[in-house]
């Protein structure tokens, strides 16, 4: 998923509502350069939809979600800015 050398940026917004895991996302993901891989860690369901709606409209991808209980991750490819 990432180059070798380039490792994995986590956001954890658990415990978190919305719509603060989406702004947590968007805030990091301004701090990275295209290509970087994100992981978001929620524990908000509507995270499951929101933040890759958010992902959609500002052209980053998502190229994983996975829930398990309330454990919910995210991975995000950033595009360019």
Known sequence: MS????????V????LLCPLPVIRTQERIKQL???????VL??????LED????CRV???TVL?????HH????VIRVSRK
């Open 64 to 68: 994983e979600t996975s829930h398990e």
């Open 12 to 15: 954890d917004a658990r415990g």
């Open 33 to 39: 350069t295209p290509g970087t891989i994100l992981k």
């Open 58 to 60: 500002h052209g980053h």
């Open 51 to 54: 933040i890759p709606a958010w």
């Open 3 to 10: 180059a070798p050398n380039q490792p994995i940026k986590i």
């Open 42 to 47: 929620t524990t908000d369901p509507g995270s």
């Open 71 to 74: 454990d919910i991750q995210l």
